[in-house]
T-cell receptor, first 112, second 113 residues
Framework: GDSVTQMEGPVTLSEEAFLTINCTYTATGYPSLFWYVQYPGEGLQLLLKATKADDKGSNKGFEATYRKETTSFHLEKGSVQVSDSAVYFCALSDSGNTPLVFGKGTRLSVIA | EPEVTQTPSHQVTQMGQEVILRCVPISNHLYFYWYRQILGQKVEFLVSFYNNEISEKSEIFDDQFSVERPDGSNFTLKIRSTKLEDSAMYFC???????????FGPGTRLLVL
């Protein structure tokens, strides 16, 4: 079945450091790819998404590019802030109405 | 901005008891989902619901689980006889027709003792 693998955390960075969280997937079809973020005490929020190869999703300074050749959707941010401290989940959906398949989540802590 | 809400935020129950977790999806959404996350593990799909019936369910969603949309706004998950291994964070999500983005609630943390 479909699956998502993302890098294990926790990740601890200093403010203004560069962030990469790796995510790779396996899927039988042509999935849509998502990054969700969970801030402390809150629910899952969509951070960004991409629906086809070479699409770049971006939001709040975060970016991820749908790479079909490497089946990857790595999350990047050029300069992290303390407020970015959260758990980040990579996910895929095979078609519009199917359930999301999540990775295990990566906890990011940014220190001042 | 409309959002998915869930109640209660925390629930502690004894093994073997029934629990009902409640969700109010976004009002014009048509697809509803329950997921759970056992501490330290992946977010796992439980069940999806559309047009007043279950459209898909996972292996986790056995006879102890049921879902219901008792009125036009609530979407509930019932666990008939809770087990220790049901302890988890339960997330409700909803989405519009023909859109891919699912919107999640804040979750209910269930602890079974």
């Amino acid at each position: 079945g479909d699956s998502v693998t993302q890098m294990e955390g926790p990740v601890t960075l200093s403010e203004e450091a560069f962030l990469t969280i790796n995510c790779t997937y396996t899927a039988t079809g042509y999935p849509s790819l998502f990054w969700y973020v969970q801030y402390p005490g809150e629910g899952l929020q969509l951070l960004l998404k991409a629906t086809k190869a070479d699409d770049k999703g971006s939001n709040k300074g975060f970016e991820a590019t749908y790479r079909k050749e490497t089946t990857s959707f790595h999350l990047e941010k050029g300069s992290v802030q303390v407020s970015d401290s959260a758990v980040y989940f990579c996910a895929l959906s095979d078609s519009g109405n199917t359930p999301l398949v999540f990775g295990k989540g990566t906890r990011l802590s940014v220190i001042a | 901005e409309p959002e998915v809400t869930q109640t209660p935020s925390h629930q502690v129950t004894q093994m073997g008891q029934e629990v009902i977790l409640r969700c109010v999806p976004i009002s014009n959404h048509l697809y509803f989902y329950w997921y759970r996350q056992i501490l330290g593990q992946k977010v796992e799909f439980l069940v999806s619901f559309y047009n007043n019936e279950i459209s898909e369910k996972s292996e986790i969603f056995d006879d102890q689980f049921s879902v219901e949309r008792p009125d036009g706004s609530n979407f509930t998950l019932k666990i008939r006889s809770t087990k220790l291994e049901d302890s988890a964070m339960y997330f409700c999500a909803s989405k519009k027709d023909r859109e891919e983005t699912q919107y999640f609630g804040p979750g209910t943390r269930l602890l079974v003792l």
